[in-house]
């Protein structure tokens, strides 16, 4: 079946380095959001990703799509304390599935 | 634009007594998921409807849960009886699908925190 890796589980940074989390699949996929939850709340929508090799940027937020549609990864330059929090990909393959990736939680330390 | 509205906010039950969670998702959005997301984890789809359809429910433990979303609008997720791995946070989300490689972005609700003891 569907396997969704995402790493790292935690991340620790200082406020001003940077940040990356990545996202694997198993197989390709149709497209790829990425969502944030802060502690206590919701997951709130990023971005979304379809063409391979897609590359799109918000601010400090860079988010990619691997070439074979089955990775991705959001980098943050100069990480504030504002960017606490989880942040997961959703997937929804070719078969129309949805499966969010486990997480990465990320702690700046002001 | 009102957001996804979700009650209760918090329920603490016994086990094997039943709970209901009702979600009001945005105006116009015909789809509408309910996840399960345990402490540290991801949100886990439990069923996704469009409109009164439900196209997945494969991860919905139809032992003991139950959904259904009358008229393509509000949705109620009934668990009976509940055990003790069943406390978790359940969100409601709705989104303007459409088929094909691309999505519309999911709207969550605040979720409810079902306790069980």
């Known amino acids: 079946g569907q396997q969704v890796m995402q790493i790292p589980q935690y991340q620790h940074v200082q406020e001003g380095e940077d940040f990356t989390t990545y996202c694997n699949s198993s197989?390709?996929?149709?497209?790829i959001q990425w969502y944030k939850q802060r502690p206590g709340g919701h997951p709130v929508f990023l971005i979304q990703?379809?063409?391979?090799?897609e590359v799109k940027k918000q601010k400090r937020l860079t988010f990619q799509f691997g070439e074979a549609k089955k990775n991705s990864s959001l980098h943050i330059t100069a990480t504030q304390t504002t960017d606490v929090g989880t942040y997961f990909c959703?997937?929804?393959?070719?078969?129309?599935?949805?499966?969010f990736g486990p997480g990465t939680s990320l702690s700046v330390i002001p | 634009e009102a957001g996804v509205v979700q009650s209760p906010r918090y329920k603490i039950i016994e086990k094997k007594q039943p709970v209901a969670f009702w979600c009001n998702p945005i105006s116009g959005h015909n789809t509408l998921y309910w996840y399960r997301q345990n402490l540290g984890q991801g949100p886990e789809l439990l069923i996704r409807?469009?409109?009164?359809?439900?196209?997945?429910d494969s991860q919905l433990p139809k032992d003991r849960f139950s959904a259904e979303r009358l008229k393509g609008v509000d949705s109620t997720l009934k668990i009976q009886p509940a055990e003790l791995g069943d406390s978790a946070v359940y969100l409601c989300?709705?989104?303007?699908?459409?088929?094909?490689?691309?999505?519309?972005?999911?709207?969550f609700g605040p979720g409810t925190r079902l306790t069980v003891t």
């Open positions: 990703l379809v063409k391979s090799g």
């Open positions: 197989t390709t996929l149709s497209n």
């Open positions: 959703l997937m929804k393959t070719s078969y129309d599935k949805v499966i």
């Open positions: 989300a709705s989104s303007r699908e459409r088929g094909g490689i691309s999505s519309y972005e999911q709207y």
């Open positions: 409807y469009e409109n009164e359809e439900a196209v997945d």
